[in-house]
C-alpha cells in the first residue's frame, strides 16, 4: 500500500475515555492524492495583463434578444432585474409540473424593502384566492446561489392554495436584492438580514 494514502491518528488520551469508546489506532485511509492547482482567467503579455470572459453559451428556444440580455454581466441587481424581467413569461411556459400544475387565483404581491445597511431586499407574497381563510404564515428562506422567483414559485402557489399565507425574501447578493452576485461577507450578516425583513413582514400582518 502507499504510504502516501495512509496515516495512523493515536490520541493522547485513553480509549476507553471516548465518547464513542471505538479503537483509533487503526490506519486512516486517504482516497485520494490532493493537488493544488490554480486557475486564472488572466495572462501576461509583454508587460500588459489580458483579462479573458468566456461567451456564454446561447438558451435553446428562446429569442435572440432574449439570449443577448441574458447573456450580460449578472454581478449587480440592477441587470439581474432586467433579465428576470425579460424572461417572466418564458419561465412560465416552462414544461415542469410545478409551473403546469400550479394552482390559479393566488394573489401575489412584490415590493422591496430597504435593509439597514441602505440594500434594497426583494420581497414576494402569495396569498390565498379572496374568500379564503388564512391558517397561517410561512416564511421561506432559499439557499446559497438560490432565489425565490424561480422554482419556490410553484410550490408556494400550492402551500397558498392550501390556505396558508407564504412569504419569501431574496438574501442580499442573491436573486433581485441589492449586493454582489453570490457573495456572502459574513452568514451573520444574512441571518440579521432575515430577521429583519420578517419582523416588518410580522408588523403588516397585525
Not at 101 to 130: H, V
Request: glycine residues 8%; charged residues 25%; positive net charge.
Amino acid at each position: 500500500m502507499d504510504l502516501a494514502l495512509t496515516t495512523t491518528f493515536r490520541p493522547s488520551i485513553p480509549p476507553e475515555s471516548s465518547l464513542f469508546h471505538r479503537k483509533t489506532d487503526r490506519p486512516i485511509i486517504l482516497r485520494h492524492k490532493w493537488k493544488w492547482q490554480p486557475q486564472t482567467s488572466t495572462s501576461e503579455t509583454k508587460g500588459r495583463t489580458i483579462t479573458m470572459a468566456l461567451k456564454k453559451a446561447k438558451i435553446d428556444g428562446v429569442s435572440e434578444a432574449l439570449n443577448e440580455i441574458a447573456s450580460q454581466n449578472l454581478d449587480h441587481a440592477p441587470a439581474r432585474r432586467r433579465v428576470r424581467s425579460a424572461f417572466v413569461n418564458a419561465q412560465q411556459q416552462l414544461d415542469h409540473i410545478l409551473f403546469k400544475m400550479a394552482p390559479g387565483d393566488i394573489r401575489l404581491e412584490e415590493w422591496y424593502e430597504t435593509n439597514s445597511k441602505g440594500q434594497q431586499i426583494f420581497c414576494k407574497s402569495w396569498l390565498p384566492k379572496p374568500g379564503i381563510r388564512i391558517k397561517g404564515a410561512l416564511c421561506f428562506s432559499h439557499g446559497y446561489g438560490d432565489t425565490c422567483t424561480f422554482f419556490f414559485e410553484g410550490i408556494a402557489k400550492h402551500i397558498a392554495a392550501a390556505g396558508y399565507a407564504v412569504y419569501a425574501i431574496d438574501h442580499p447578493g442573491f436573486g433581485l436584492s441589492d449586493g454582489l452576485h453570490g457573495y456572502i461577507p459574513e452568514f451573520d450578516g444574512i441571518v440579521d438580514n432575515v430577521n429583519e425583513q420578517y419582523v416588518k413582514i410580522k408588523s403588516k400582518l397585525q
